[in-house]
C-alpha cells in the first residue's frame, strides 16, 4: 500500500512546477486547500489528462512530476472550489490513469514550506533557460498536452563534447537509460557542456528515472526533466517560421554558414540518430556535428556543424550515399543567413496595447486638494493619539492613508497576505530607505510610513513578499531597522471597506467646499 508521506515529499516539487506552468493558481496563498494530490499517475497520462478526469469540476491547473521510487508519477491537481476536493475523492480512482488521490491540506503545509517551494522555481530559472535555449520553440508550440518535458532527456558533463557526442548520446540513451522511440533531436550546447535528447513522445522516456546512477562511469548526469516545464510564451508566437524551427541559440551570427537544412526525407522512418549515424560514420564528421533536429510534421531536417568547412564537407557527398541508406534523394540547403539576421529588416514595432486594468490613480491627482489635506491631517493626528500597543487601530489608521493614495492596493485579492505592519523602525530611515530595504523581499503596491511614529503598513504586490519579510529572523530585521513586523489583521472585506468609505467621507467634504478649478 502506497505511504502518503511519500508523496507529500513531492508536494514540493509539483508547487514550484505548478508556479511555473499556472502562475495565477499560486497567487492564492491557501491553494492547497483546493487542491488533490494524485498518486500512483499513468507515466502514460498527462496533466491534460488529470483535467479531463474532473469529472466536470472546475479546474485551474495540473502538474505532474516522475517518482523514480515507484516507477510512475504523482500530480497535483487545482480546483477552482475548495469544496469540490470532496466530490472528486468520491469518485475514486481511474484505472489506467492514477490510483489514488488526497488531500493536499492534509499535508500540513505552512505558507513558509510553500514559500520555499516557490524560492525553488526561482533558484531552478537559469537551468531551465538554459534548456530552453537548445529547444526549437516549434516543440513548445505544438505541446498542447503539457508533456513536452517529459518527453526530454537534459543531460551534462564533459562527455557531451567527446568525439561522435551526437551519434553517442543516442546510444546512452537507448542503452543505458533504456529509452526506446524515436528520437525528434539530439542538440549540444553552445559549450557542450550540456545536452537535450528529445524523444518523439513522453512514452519514449518512461524508465529513465532509475537509470541515472548509470551515467555517473560515463562522466554525465542527468536532470530530472519533469521539473523544468517549458511553456512555449508569447515570444514564441511571434517569431519567423525559420526562429521557431530552430533552438534560440542556433540563431546567433556565430552559426552562419553551419546549418544545413535537409528535404526530401522521409521523417516517418528516420529519425535524428539515423541522419547522425550517417553523418558521423559515412560523411566521416567525426568532431563537427552539433545537433540534429527532425520536423515530422513538415518533413524538414536541420543539421547544426561546428564549422563553415563541415557544412561545405556534407554538401559534398553523394546523392548515392544519401540515397543508398535513406532510399530517396536528399535535397541539402545551406542557410546562408542566421534566422536572427532575417528578422534584423527594418520592421515596424507593433503597437503594444495598455493593460488599462494595471492604471492606478490616486485620489490626489482628481479631487480637491483643500479636502484631500484636511482628510488626510486628520487621519495622521488621529495616529498619534493611538497608543502603541493597540496594533489594530494603527492598522486601520495607515489602511486609510493608504486609501487616500492608492486605493486599488486595499480593494486587490488577497489583502490580509499581502500586508504587514511595522513598529518600531529605526528613527534616522527616511522612506527611500525603507522602499530600498524592502525590495528585496518583492514589488510593493504602497508604503505608509510615519516616520515620526516609527511606524508603517507594508503592502505587497503579492502574500510571498509579505511571508518573506515575516520569515526573517527578528534579529536580522532590527538590523534592517524594521523594527518588530507582524501581519495586518483586517480581512480583505474591511480592507475593501475602508477605501469606499474614504471615498465617500473624501466626495462629501468636497462638495462642502469652494470649487478649486
Known amino acids: 500500500m502506497r505511504n502518503h508521506r511519500r508523496s507529500y515529499r513531492h508536494l514540493r516539487s509539483l508547487i514550484a512546477v505548478l508556479d511555473t506552468v499556472f502562475p495565477a493558481a499560486t497567487q492564492d496563498p491557501n491553494f492547497l486547500h483546493r487542491s488533490l494530490l494524485i498518486e500512483g499517475v499513468s507515466l502514460r497520462a498527462t496533466p491534460c489528462d488529470l483535467l479531463d478526469e474532473a469529472l466536470g469540476l472546475q479546474v485551474e491547473g495540473a502538474v505532474v512530476v516522475r517518482d523514480a521510487e515507484f516507477g510512475d508519477s504523482v500530480g497535483l491537481l487545482v480546483l477552482t472550489h475548495a469544496h469540490d476536493t470532496e466530490v472528486a475523492m468520491a469518485a475514486g480512482p481511474r484505472p489506467g490513469v492514477f490510483c489514488d488521490c488526497i488531500k493536499a491540506s492534509d499535508s500540513s503545509y505552512t505558507r513558509f514550506q510553500i514559500l520555499e517551494a516557490l524560492d525553488d522555481r526561482v533558484r531552478r530559472q537559469a537551468t531551465a533557460e538554459l534548456f530552453r535555449s537548445l529547444v526549437p520553440p516549434e516543440y513548445l508550440l505544438a505541446d498542447a498536452a503539457m508533456t513536452f518535458h517529459l518527453s526530454c532527456v537534459f543531460l551534462r558533463g564533459p562527455d557531451c563534447s567527446s568525439e561522435h557526442a551526437v551519434y553517442n548520446l543516442c546510444n546512452i540513451g537507448a542503452r543505458v537509460l533504456l529509452a526506446n522511440g524515436p528520437v525528434n533531436a539530439v542538440i549540444l550546447g553552445p559549450d557542450h557542456d550540456v545536452a537535450v535528447l528529445v524523444y518523439y513522445d513522453a512514452q519514449g522516456t518512461e524508465r529513465i528515472g532509475r537509470r541515472e546512477p548509470h551515467l555517473r562511469q560515463r562522466q554525465l548526469g542527468m536532470y530530472d526533466s519533469s521539473l523544468f516545464p517549458l511553456p512555449a510564451g508569447a515570444a514564441a508566437e511571434e517569431a ?266 473624501l466626495l462629501s467634504l468636497q462638495s462642502r467646499l469652494p470649487a478649486y478649478w
Open 240 to 505: 519567423s517560421l525559420v526562429r521557431r524551427l530552430l533552438p534560440p541559440f542556433v540563431t546567433a551570427a556565430d552559426y552562419l554558414g553551419r546549418v544545413i537544412l535537409l528535404t526530401e526525407i522521409n521523417t516517418t522512418t528516420c529519425d535524428a540518430e539515423n541522419i547522425a549515424r550517417f553523418i558521423i560514420l559515412q560523411a566521416e564528421l567525426r568532431h563537427g556535428l552539433e545537433a540534429v533536429i527532425v520536423h515530422r510534421a513538415l518533413g524538414a531536417v536541420f543539421v547544426v556543424l561546428q564549422r563553415q568547412s563541415d557544412s561545405e564537407l556534407l554538401l559534398q557527398v553523394p546523392q548515392e550515399e544519401w540515397l543508398a541508406v535513406f532510399k530517396s534523394p536528399v535535397e541539402l540547403q545551406l542557410l546562408q543567413a542566421t534566422p536572427m539576421q532575417q528578422q534584423q529588416q527594418q520592421q515596424l514595432a507593433p503597437v503594444q496595447q495598455f493593460d488599462l486594468s494595471r492604471l492606478s490613480i490616486g485620489l490626489r491627482q482628481w479631487v480637491n486638494p483643500k479636502a484631500f489635506e484636511i482628510m488626510r491631517l486628520g487621519f495622521r493626528v488621529a495616529l498619534t493619539e493611538c497608543p502603541d500597543h493597540n496594533f489594530m487601530e494603527l492598522t486601520l489608521g495607515l489602511m486609510r492613508l493608504a486609501a487616500l493614495s492608492q486605493p486599488h492596493a486595499l480593494r486587490r485579492s488577497y489583502f490580509p497576505d499581502r500586508a504587514v505592519l511595522l513598529t518600531g523602525t529605526c528613527i534616522y530611515m527616511k522612506e527611500w530607505d525603507l522602499r530600498t530595504a524592502l525590495s528585496r523581499y518583492g514589488s510593493l503596491d504602497e508604503l505608509v510610513y510615519l516616520r515620526p511614529r516609527r511606524i508603517a503598513l507594508i503592502i505587497f504586490t503579492s502574500w510571498t513578499g509579505a511571508t518573506r519579510l515575516l520569515r526573517e529572523p527578528a534579529e536580522t530585521r532590527r538590523r534592517r531597522g524594521f523594527g518588530d513586523c507582524r501581519p495586518a489583521a483586517p480581512d480583505a472585506g474591511v480592507a475593501s471597506s475602508i477605501a469606499n468609505t474614504v471615498l465617500q467621507d
